[in-house]
């Protein structure tokens, strides 16, 4: 299971493109990243932030409904989200031309 | 505001889309082609979520700003296109 979870995070973390990714905990802490410490650390609180007010915009549309992911392109790059449970995985990538 | 209607008749008309709305830079939808009800809802919900993507952006790197936004949940997804006064959401079935 470990080595799957590996497996899948490194082909993430060489695709092209990608800058940088993310685990990111229930408390909003960085488990694992290829980022600096103190960049991911900001990118984990923001991003916890704002998918919970993406969660709970999905959820007060309709209560049955749950957010599956957030993809927030800006102009500089992308950031993709991907709640699963209390954790999130991040991925910052640079947007595909 | 004829090229508006047009287009915004073009993504309609498009498979899977459910519903557009044009939002002001307050939250108050001014064009929409989707139920009243619905619209007002949506239009004020998504209108905080995008401040907060922006700030969220901004907060990041000043110099960085929110170009699109797409949020995909169970049932379908919905995608916002910021603009300097107003922001488009187009709410659509996840292509299979």
Redesign the interface.
């Given at each position: 299971m470990r080595a799957k979870v590996e497996e899948t995070l490194r082909r993430i973390e060489t695709h092209k493109g990608v800058i940088g990714t993310i685990v990111v905990n229930a408390e909003g802490i960085p488990i694992r990243t290829t980022l600096d410490n103190s960049t991911a650390v900001q990118y984990a609180g923001l991003l916890r932030h704002l998918s919970m007010k993406a969660r709970s915009t999905v959820r007060d549309i309709d209560p049955q409904n749950d957010l599956t992911f957030l993809r927030i392109r800006s102009k500089k790059h992308e950031i993709l989200v991907a709640p699963e449970n209390e954790f999130l995985l991040v991925v910052i990538q640079n947007p595909s031309e | 505001m004829a090229e508006v209607n047009a287009t915004l008749k073009r993504i309609q008309s498009q498979k899977g889309v459910q519903g557009a709305i044009i939002v002001s830079s307050e939250g108050i939808p001014i064009k929409n082609m989707l139920d009243n009800s619905s619209t007002v809802?949506?239009a004020g919900?998504?209108h905080?979520?995008v401040v907060?993507?922006r700030s969220?952006?901004r907060?990041?790197?000043p110099?960085?700003?929110?170009?699109?936004?797409?949020?995909?949940?169970?049932?379908?997804q919905?995608m916002i296109t910021p603009d300097k006064d107003y922001f488009l959401i187009i709410i659509q079935n996840p292509s299979d």
């Open positions: - | 809802q949506y919900l998504i905080q979520l907060k993507a969220t952006i907060d990041l790197d110099k960085n700003d929110l170009m699109f936004l797409r949020v995909r949940s169970k049932k379908n919905i």
